[in-house]
């Protein structure tokens, strides 16, 4: 486990702490306009996780760890709080389970986006962008611009480009490319990304938002039991015309959904 602290941007400067994990190929600014959104009631702890943004680098990819990891970065960022609302999608929202189960004191809520404590479904998506990235000659790269060129070859899409793209680094000086996430890393342990998170027979009792896009294959029926196993107290919803990117695909209902989470209501018996 990495001794070097993680990265994280403070949203906002009053108001209860709502801290976010980002998925797979993001960094905790991917919140930003939510966090945006949340303002002026909430204080937001954008964090980047390990291997990721400006957070260091491990050698393996372990949940156990990594909830421990951003423990000891929520204890050291807001020494004064104690039990925070937690946000999490994707491998992100495997963290926030994680962190619930182990250290549930830290959290006072927990919403996990479009991901299952039981593995991650398919996961084809991600080891073809994760080899497009790979097959860029950064050698051949002088500007953003021919980064693009190159992974349109892989990947159609100008804003997935653009999402996976964000991940690049100049080196003024060198006048060189590099890719800020540990790439290889995430590929050689994509199977770990996408497994079950180890829970043994811990279970959280706090309120639980389960969010949904409509459209995703990530959240199964045949996940509900385990999932309500663990989180008891969980409520399930879909967001329509989203898939597995909810918050960049609805932010507005995305952000709806968070508020009606984050009130004291959320998780009263009806």
């Excluded at 209860?16 to 966090?35: K, Q, W």
């Excluded at 879909?238 to 918050?247: E, S």
Aim: proline share 6%; with cysteine; glycine share 8%.
């Amino acid at each position: 486990m990495s001794s070097t602290p993680l990265h994280s941007t403070l949203v906002g400067d009053h108001g209860p702490v709502v801290m976010f994990f980002h998925g797979l190929f993001g960094r905790g600014r991917n919140f930003s306009g939510i966090a945006r959104a949340l303002q002026p009631d909430y204080r937001c702890l954008l964090v980047d996780l390990p291997n990721h943004g400006a957070s260091p680098w491990t050698d393996r990819i372990d949940y156990t760890e990594m909830a421990a990891l951003v423990a000891a970065h929520l204890r050291q960022a807001l020494p004064r709080e104690d039990a925070v609302a937690v946000v999490g999608h994707s491998m992100g929202g495997k963290v926030a389970m994680m962190l619930a189960l182990t250290e549930p004191g830290l959290v006072e809520r927990l919403a996990v986006v479009d991901i299952s404590p039981t593995g991650a479904g398919e996961t084809s998506e991600f080891e073809h962008l994760l080899g497009s990235l790979a097959r860029i000659d950064l050698s051949a790269v002088h500007n953003f611009g021919d980064a693009d060129r190159a992974l349109s070859a892989d990947v159609a899409q100008p804003t997935l480009r653009g999402f996976l793209l964000q991940n690049l680094r100049r080196n003024r000086e060198a006048g060189t490319f590099a890719w800020q996430p540990n790439l290889e890393l995430l590929r050689r342990d994509l199977a770990v990304v996408a497994s079950d998170i180890p829970h043994g027979d811990a279970v959280y009792e706090g309120p639980v938002l389960w969010i949904a896009g409509a459209d995703s294959g990530y959240v199964a029926d045949e996940q509900m039991p385990t999932m309500r196993a663990l989180f008891p107290r969980t409520q399930l919803i879909r967001i329509k015309d989203a898939g597995h990117w909810v918050h960049s695909q609805q932010p507005e209902v995305f952000t709806s959904a968070l508020r009606y989470f984050l009130s004291r209501d959320f998780g009263k018996p009806s």
